[in-house]
DNA sequence: GATGAATGAGGCTTCATTCAT
DNA sequence: GATGAATGAAGCCTCATTCAT
C-alpha cells in the first residue's frame, strides 16, 4: 500500500485512538475511533493495514513522544545528577500533562497485541536515557547490577511517582522530587 | 436437596480463567475458559453471572493469593528490616513461580474491567504489607512522605524485581537481593 | 461514492419479516428473517439497528399501506355515507388479500414492542378515516360521544368484519355490507 | 404425571404469570414467573410439563373467569334486554377492574401458542353468552347474519368498550352504557 | 415430591475487514 | 483514492427443561 498522501488523517486517527481508548479499552471499535477522527470508517485502513497495525503505531508514537519530551532541552554540560533530574522531571511532566497519553500505553504495553519488533523499537527510543541512567549508578551501590534491572526499577519508580503526581496534582513538584530523591538514593 | 453447588467448578473456571487469558489476553472468550476448565459453556454463567463478575472475581482471587503468600510465616519478633525481607522474599517468590497469574493480575489491574469495589476490596488485603512498610520508613527519609506514595514506589520496585527475577530466574534470588537492598536504601 | 443503501434490501426484510412472522410469531429469530429475504444475517442491522426497530417500521409500513390503501381513489364530492363505504370496501379488502399482513399488524399491536411513538405516528396515518368517521356519526346518536370511542368501536367492527370475511371468503362481500350496515346502524 | 396435592402453587404460578406477562410479554423466562410466585424453578415443571402448557392452562383460566362474571347473577326471568345488559356491564367491568388478565388474555389470544382445543374449549365458556346473543338478534336486521359474525362484532364493541372504560375510567359506567346502546342499535 | 444447579442450543448483536461505486 | 455499505464469523448471554440430591 502507497504511503497516503497527507500526514493529517493518520495523525487524527492515532490521537482519537488515544482518546476513545482511554475510555472505552483497547477493545474499541475501529469504527469508533475513525468516527471521533472524522474519518469515514473504511478509510482507516488505508492509513493502517489492520487494527493490530495501528495499536503498535500508536504505541510508537507515544513512546517515542515521551522519550522525545523527556530528552528535550538536555543540557550538554552539567552534573550527571543535574541531567537526569532535568530528564525525570520532563519526563513525569509530561505524563502529568497527558495522562490519557500515558494510560494508554501502559494498556498497550501489557496488551498481546504489540508485537516484539515494536518493543524493540520503543526500547531504542529510550536509549539516550538507558545512557544517562548507566552513568549515573557508575559509582554508586548498583554498579554491579545488570543494566536492565537498574532501568526497571527507574521506570518502575517513575511510574509511581507519575501515578502520584496524577492524583496529587496540586502537590506534583513535591512528589516528583521525592520521587527523584529515592531514585537517587538507590543508585547513587 | 438440589445438587449443591461446586465450589471445584468455581475454582477450576477461575483457573482456566487465569491460564486462557496468558495466551489470548482478556478478550479471551468464555466459551474456551469453560472448555479449558471442562465445564460446559452455559454452566460458566451459574458461576458468574457475567464475564467482567468472573474477572473481577479472578482478579480479587489472585491479589488475595498474592498478599496471603507474602505475608505466610511472618515472625511475630524480628526486626522491621527482617520481616519485611521475609515478606519481600515470599512475595517476589510468587511472582516468579506463579508468572501467569502475575501477568493476568497486571492485565486485570490495567484493564477498565476491574470495578472501584474491587480494587478497594484488592488494597485491603494489602493491608498488613502497608503496615510494614509504614513502620519501616518511619525513621528514614521518606517518614514525611504520604504512606501512598511510599507504598506505590515500593510496589513499582517490586514490580521491577520480579519482571528481572523471571527474566533471569539463574540470578532470581541475587536479583531479590538486590531489589530489596535499593528499596531499603530509599526508605531507610 | 460508496454503494448506497439499497432501499430494495430493506423492503426485502420488511416483507421477509411478513411472512415469517406469520408462522412463527414475533419471537421468529432474526436469522431467519435475513435468510427468507436473501440477505445475510449482519446486514439486517445495517438496515434496522435492532430487532425491536424493525418490528417498529414493520409497524409502520403496515398500517401505513392499510390506511393508504382503504383512503385511495376516495371520490371528492359524494355522499358521505358513499365515501364512507368506498372506504370501508378499500379497507376491508385489503386485510382479506393480505391476510398475513393483518395478523401480524395484529401481533404488532398488542405487543411490547411497538413504542408510544410508534403508535402515535400509526394512529396519524388513519387521520383521514378518523375525520371520515366524525363527519358521519355528526348526527346520528353518537354524536356526542368522544370521537375516539367511536373510533375504537368503527375499528373493532372492522376488525370482526375482516375476521369473518377471511374466513368465509365466498360471501365476502356480503359479510362487507353486513359489517358496513351494522356500523352505520351504530352511528347514523 | 400425577395431580400434585394441592392447588395452591398452581394457582400461585397462574396469577404469578399474569403479572410477568403484562410487563414482560409472552417471552417473560419460566424462572422469572416461578420467582414471582414464590416457588422454585423446576417445581413449575411439576404443575405444569412445558411453558406452553401453562399458557394454555392460563388462557383457559382467565377465559373461565371472565365467562363466569359475565354470566354471575344472571336473572332467569327479564326482558332479553335486560338480561343482556347484565351480562354486558359484569363483562366489561370485569375488564376494568383486572385490566392485566385482559391484556394477557389478548396477548395470549394472538399467540401461536394457543391450541385449537383450547381455543375450542375457550369457546365452549362463552356459550352461554352466545346464545344470549342469538336471542337478542333473532328480530333484528341482524337476524339472518350468521351467527358466528354477531359474536364476532359483539365481542369486538365489547372490547372497544373495554379499552375506553379502562382508558378514562372515571366514565366507565357511561362508557359501558353507549357501548352497549350501539351495540343494541346494531342488531335489535 | 421438592429443589435449584446443570445443560447446550440458539438468539441478538458486534466488528474487522473488504469492496462496489 | 475515498467512501460507507456489506459481510459472516464469533461473542456473550438466556432459557426451557432435566436431573442429582
Redesign the pocket.
Known amino acids: 500500500?502507497?504511503r497516503?498522501?497527507?500526514d493529517e488523517?493518520r495523525i487524527a486517527l492515532l490521537e482519537a485512538a488515544t482518546r476513545i481508548i482511554v475510555t472505552q479499552g483497547l477493545?474499541?471499535?475501529?469504527?469508533?475511533i475513525a468516527k471521533e477522527a472524522g474519518?469515514?470508517?473504511?478509510?482507516?485502513?488505508?492509513y493502517f493495514?489492520?487494527?493490530?497495525e495501528l495499536l503498535n503505531q500508536l504505541y510508537l508514537e507515544l513512546k517515542s513522544e515521551m522519550a522525545g519530551t523527556a530528552l528535550k532541552g538536555l543540557p550538554a554540560k552539567a552534573e550527571p545528577r543535574e541531567r537526569f533530574f532535568r530528564v525525570w522531571r520532563n519526563w513525569t511532566n509530561w505524563a502529568v500533562t497527558f495522562p490519557e497519553k500515558r494510560q494508554v500505553l501502559a494498556q498497550l504495553s501489557v496488551s498481546g497485541e504489540i508485537t516484539a519488533q515494536s518493543r524493540a523499537d520503543g526500547h531504542k527510543m529510550m536509549a539516550n536515557l538507558a545512557e544517562l541512567a548507566d552513568r549515573s549508578r557508575a559509582n554508586g551501590p548498583m554498579r554491579k547490577a545488570p543494566l536492565g534491572f537498574v532501568l526497571a526499577i527507574m521506570n518502575s519508580v517513575a511510574e509511581a511517582t507519575m501515578d502520584y503526581m496524577t492524583q496529587d496534582s496540586t502537590n506534583a513538584k513535591k512528589h516528583c522530587k521525592e520521587g527523584f530523591d529515592a531514585l537517587w538514593r538507590m543508585v547513587e
Open positions: 500500500m502507497p497516503p498522501r497527507s488523517k477493545s474499541a471499535p475501529t469504527a469508533g474519518v469515514p470508517n473504511g478509510s482507516l485502513f488505508t493495514e489492520t487494527k493490530t
